[in-house]
């Protein structure tokens, strides 16, 4: 009698089940939380307060030197520019162009192959490693005195940098809840705005420091490759490779700090590199609406990043004076990479930030265009350049609005791989629409990139739209499961919002919305290493 009263099981279900546990590992989460002797633990608010600021204690400084790091080493090239390197090493016609274009086309080569080492390695001490080999490489240009030495070096260079911001990604995604992520991704961004304010300070320093044997740019090479070296074995010893083997935190606060990261439905980390995850992120469209998005901006990107200084000094300044206008470009980035993210985050959206964020720059470009390169119009100059330098605040929206869009640990890599191919690309294009022949106008480089401006704005239209359409199909499939066709999801909210919404909803649990009442994310499936295609219960944000 029990077993005829027994519901019906689907055994093709149970089989898919079985096959899941028996070929694929779980996420280490789901490992480690299943030998938690207390079971499911409760996150208090003072919990999630007190782990939350001991993780930004000693995760998120270690990010921040190591990206300042990075963006002030890619930027030694512009800074060579101003004291000689062109003339010293006999660059010619293009070649300038190429030596801020290989470093991407480096980056590019290594995208796929990062992703898998991404998702086999520990994602720190691998990364510790690629740090020291990109500080090795910078001291080393000091010995290059011609086009393919240096060539040679700037490639070497991209291919150890490649794995820094895929991996600072995965490594966002894995200690920090969805609504934390977009300001934590700001953080570390926003390096670049601290890159060309005190990176800039620095080199006018250096650049006044003189030697019977080393040229001001070869001090500069030496000086911040050395400091990277050192740095990189600070990264070794001190950051952890996921939660579950964080030293700082006791297995209670781990526990707390994975629980924590439930409602995001994305998993932490699996170490198992999974085809079929592969599969689904290059079919996926919104991994080419990422690639899309991430392409257009990096064009302007790699353009004014090569050429920047040089554009300011068409103004009218000299070799020092160039240098210390740049400043206030970081201080523009700064501020609209931090104010980016802050507004992403009280709206919860991020395609109308981004579009906003495009529209200083269509400014700037047109100001740029349409003055003439004189003494006399030297602070109206200066004004466009630095409406366009609001430009940077639209990378990190674009890396946190994939990552929260991108569940499975491998479609997580694989997805990052595309992202930085498409960056790679758009940076290697960038520094070929200017020219220093084109010099004081630019106005082919200028005009490419007002239009690209444009072109994301609709992108960021037409992924929004893909996005809800999304979520109304997971909807539908809940409904189909017995689900209910609304879920409560606070990955987004604040710890306040979240307890005020599950307040609003408990109160209102016989109320019908949308064909069903509103369901709890209980986040069962969260460490299961599904993808957010395949996990019916994943929100996307848009």
Same mark, same amino acid.
């Given at each position: 009698?029990?077993?005829?009263?027994?519901?019906?099981? *689907?055994?093709?279900?149970?089989?898919?089940?079985?096959?899941?546990?028996?070929?694929?590992?779980?996420?280490?989460?789901?490992?480690?939380?299943?030998?938690?002797?207390?079971?499911?633990?409760?996150?208090?608010?003072?919990?999630?307060?007190?782990?939350?600021?001991?993780? *930004?204690?000693?995760? /998120?400084?270690?990010?921040?030197?190591? =990206?300042?790091?990075?963006?002030?080493?890619?930027?030694?090239?512009?800074?060579?520019?101003?004291?000689?390197?062109?003339?010293?090493?006999?660059?010619?016609?293009?070649?300038?162009?190429?030596?801020?274009?290989?470093?991407?086309?480096?980056?590019?080569?290594?995208?796929?192959?990062?992703?898998?080492? /991404?998702?086999?390695?520990?994602?720190?001490?691998?990364?510790?490693?690629?740090?020291?080999?990109?500080?090795?490489?910078?001291?080393?240009?000091?010995?290059?005195?011609?086009?393919?030495?240096?060539?040679?070096?700037?490639?070497?260079?991209?291919?150890?940098?490649?794995?820094?911001?895929?991996?600072?990604?995965?490594?966002?995604?894995?200690?920090?809840?969805?609504?934390?992520?977009?300001?934590?991704?700001?953080?570390?961004?926003?390096?670049?705005?601290?890159?060309?304010?005190? +990176?800039?300070?620095?080199?006018? +320093?250096? &650049?006044?420091?003189?030697?019977?044997?080393?040229?001001?740019?070869?001090?500069?090479?030496?000086?911040?490759?050395?400091?990277?070296?050192?740095?990189?074995?600070?990264?070794?010893?001190?950051?952890?490779?996921?939660?579950?083997?964080?030293?700082?935190?006791?297995?209670?606060?781990? %526990?707390?700090?994975?629980?924590?990261?439930?409602?995001?439905?994305?998993?932490?980390?699996?170490?198992?590199?999974? #085809?079929?995850?592969?599969?689904?992120?290059?079919?996926?469209?919104?991994?080419?609406?990422?690639?899309? /998005?991430?392409?257009?901006?990096?064009?302007?990107?790699?353009?004014?990043?090569?050429? &920047?200084?040089?554009?300011?000094?068409?103004?009218?300044?000299?070799?020092?004076?160039?240098?210390?206008?740049?400043?206030?470009?970081?201080?523009?980035?700064?501020?609209?990479?931090?104010?980016?993210?802050?507004?992403? #985050?009280?709206?919860?959206?991020?395609?109308?930030?981004?579009?906003?964020?495009? /529209?200083?720059?269509?400014?700037?470009?047109?100001?740029?265009?349409?003055?003439?390169?004189?003494?006399?119009?030297?602070?109206?100059?200066?004004?466009?350049? =630095?409406?366009?330098?609001?430009?940077?605040?639209?990378?990190?929206?674009? =890396?946190?609005?994939?990552?929260?869009?991108?569940?499975?640990? !491998?479609?997580?890599?694989?997805?990052? %791989?595309?992202?930085? $191919?498409?960056?790679?690309?758009?940076?290697?294009?960038?520094? #070929?629409?200017?020219?220093?022949?084109?010099?004081?106008?630019?106005?082919? +480089?200028?005009?490419?990139?007002?239009?690209?401006? $444009?072109?994301?704005?609709?992108?960021?239209?037409?992924?929004?739209?893909?996005?809800?359409?999304?979520?109304?199909?997971?909807?539908?499939?809940?409904?189909?499961?017995?689900?209910?066709?609304?879920?409560?999801? !606070?990955?987004?909210?604040?710890?306040?919002?979240?307890?005020?919404?599950?307040?609003?909803?408990?109160?209102?649990? &016989?109320?019908?919305?949308?064909?069903?009442?509103?369901?709890?994310? *209980?986040?069962?499936?969260?460490?299961?290493?599904?993808?957010?295609?395949?996990?019916?219960?994943?929100?996307?944000?848009?």
């Amino acid at each position: 009698m029990g077993n005829e009263a027994e519901a019906p099981v *689907d055994k093709g279900v149970v089989d898919v089940v079985e096959d899941i546990a028996t070929h694929h590992r779980r996420d280490a989460a789901a490992e480690f939380l299943n030998k938690v002797p207390e079971g499911r633990i409760e996150v208090t608010p003072a919990d999630n307060r007190r782990v939350l600021r001991r993780i *930004d204690q000693v995760i /998120l400084p270690i990010m921040l030197t190591v =990206y300042f790091l990075q963006a002030l080493d890619k930027a030694t090239l512009a800074y060579a520019s101003v004291f000689g390197l062109i003339e010293d090493t006999g660059l010619a016609g293009d070649q300038y162009s190429w030596l801020g274009s290989i470093v991407y086309l480096a980056q590019l080569v290594m995208q796929f192959p990062l992703a898998w080492l /991404l998702v086999r390695l520990p994602i720190a001490k691998f990364t510790s490693a690629m740090v020291l080999g990109w500080g090795l490489t910078l001291s080393c240009m000091a010995a290059a005195h011609n086009f393919g030495g240096l060539l040679a070096s700037r490639f070497f260079l991209g291919a150890f940098e490649a794995s820094i911001a895929p991996s600072f990604i995965a490594i966002t995604s894995m200690w920090w809840r969805r609504h934390e992520q977009t300001t934590r991704t700001s953080y570390w961004y926003a390096m670049n705005g601290i890159t060309n304010m005190f +990176g800039s300070l620095l080199t006018y +320093g250096l &650049g006044h420091i003189k030697s019977s044997s080393l040229k001001e740019y070869q001090i500069i090479f030496i000086f911040f490759g050395v400091i990277t070296v050192a740095f990189s074995f600070v990264m070794f010893v001190y950051m952890p490779d996921s939660p579950v083997e964080a030293k700082f935190l006791n297995d209670h606060d781990k %526990a707390i700090a994975l629980e924590r990261l439930r409602a995001n439905q994305m998993g932490v980390i699996s170490r198992e590199w999974r #085809q079929d995850h592969l599969k689904e992120a290059l079919l996926d469209p919104k991994t080419w609406f990422w690639f899309s /998005l991430i392409f257009a901006i990096a064009i302007p990107s790699g353009g004014i990043s090569t050429f &920047g200084p040089l554009i300011i000094q068409t103004f009218g300044f000299d070799q020092f004076q160039t240098i210390l206008f740049n400043i206030p470009f970081g201080a523009v980035q700064i501020v609209s990479t931090l104010g980016g993210a802050y507004l992403a #985050q009280k709206w919860k959206r991020k395609g109308p930030v981004i579009a906003l964020l495009c /529209l200083p720059p269509v400014v700037g470009c047109v100001m740029l265009l349409v003055l003439p390169h004189e003494a006399s119009k030297q602070a109206p100059l200066l004004v466009g350049y =630095y409406l366009i330098s609001v430009y940077p605040g639209i990378t990190p929206l674009i =890396y946190s609005w994939s990552a929260q869009n991108t569940a499975g640990d !491998t479609k997580r890599k694989v997805t990052s %791989a595309v992202i930085f $191919i498409g960056q790679s690309v758009g940076n290697i294009v960038g520094p #070929q629409l200017y020219k220093p022949s084109e010099a004081p106008a630019y106005s082919r +480089g200028l005009t490419a990139n007002l239009a690209l401006y $444009i072109v994301i704005i609709v992108l960021c239209g037409l992924t929004t739209l893909y996005l809800v359409a999304l979520n109304k199909s997971h909807s539908k499939k809940r409904v189909a499961l017995g689900k209910n066709a609304v879920i409560l999801d !606070t990955s987004l909210d604040s710890a306040k919002e979240a307890e005020k919404r599950q307040a609003v909803a408990a109160a209102a649990a &016989g109320d019908s919305v949308n064909g069903g009442a509103v369901e709890n994310n *209980d986040g069962d499936k969260a460490f299961e290493n599904t993808t957010d295609l395949e996990n019916e219960d994943f929100v996307f944000c848009y």
